[in-house]
């Protein structure tokens, strides 16, 4: 079982959920896919030591003695990689997608290519009971999805997966998702929540990935207008996480607060068994 913990937009508790619902299952390998700033080792305390893996991509080198500036190559790209300055082309390497599209179309061979690295990913294969591995962007590069995609090749056919999504519905995102059995969606009673969660329902449903709501934050007179959405979409409301001082507390000590609150152990048991229903 793969299950993606994503979010329409960004601090509506999917890190809290993802690491909380992994720590109160077993045989669990997690993913922190939110490349760009992974988060999910505050609560988990993995030890990576010193290793990790490089994650590589392709990008082009320009042979300035062979190159006749004839723009083909940068006609061509659509991300706007390559330059053409007076009689050279210049290479912007953060905004390269890889394709290999200009070292194909050069009519003098003039282009060869290069692996520069993007981002890493890093694993501590037993900590608090799991598997738990974490991709990182590098600062500057565009793209995030070379990572997650490294990041989807990791994953076991032998565990229960759990995945930390990017926050959005953007490509990084989708590209978490694609891998997944079941898509657990996070929201918060506010208009604001609402919408972004209404933007995720949409990406998983056009996805074929099925789905359930929970809710952060939750205060019974604002929860209605979750509800009646969820209702009318015909999306289950997993649980509910109390707008609390206590569990807040422990969310900025790092503290994932099934440790302190043993109730909410079951509570996220009780979830994993209705998204086995779900998933057979």
Request: proline share 5%; net charge negative; glycine share 8%.
């Amino acid at each position: 079982m793969k299950i993606t913990v994503l979010s329409g937009k960004g601090g509506t508790g999917k890190t809290t959920v993802a690491t909380n619902l992994a720590l109160s299952i077993t045989n669990v390998q997690f993913l922190d896919a939110d490349v760009e700033e992974p988060n999910s080792y505050i609560f988990i305390k993995p030890d990576f030591g010193e290793g990790y893996q490089q994650v590589l991509r392709k990008v082009p080198i320009i042979d300035q003695n062979k190159c006749r500036a004839c723009r083909s190559c940068v006609d061509f790209c659509e991300y706007n990689a390559l330059v053409l300055l007076g009689e050279e082309v210049l290479v912007i390497k953060e905004m390269c997608h890889s394709c290999g599209g200009c070292k194909y179309i050069c009519p003098e061979g003039a282009i060869i290519e290069e692996n520069k690295e993007i981002g890493k990913i890093r694993v501590d294969k037993s900590v608090a009971g799991m598997e738990f591995w974490q991709g990182e962007l590098n600062i500057g590069e565009a793209s995030a999805i070379p990572v997650i995609e490294a990041l989807n090749q990791k994953i076991s056919e032998d565990k229960t997966v759990i995945i930390d999504a990017p926050p959005g519905t953007t490509c990084p995102t989708i590209a978490a998702i694609s891998d997944a059995n079941y898509c657990i969606l996070l929201t918060e009673p506010t208009p604001f929540g609402l919408h972004d969660l209404k933007m995720a329902v949409e990406v998983v449903k056009e996805l074929g990935k099925p789905c359930g709501i929970i809710i952060n934050r939750s205060e019974e007179d604002a929860d209605k207008l979750i509800e009646d959405y969820a209702s009318r979409e015909g999306v289950s409301i997993l649980t509910k996480i109390p707008f609390k001082r206590e569990i807040a507390r422990l969310y900025s000590q790092g503290t994932p607060f099934v440790e302190e609150m043993p109730e909410w152990k079951e509570n996220f048991q009780e979830v994993f068994a209705k998204i086995k229903q779900v998933v057979r």
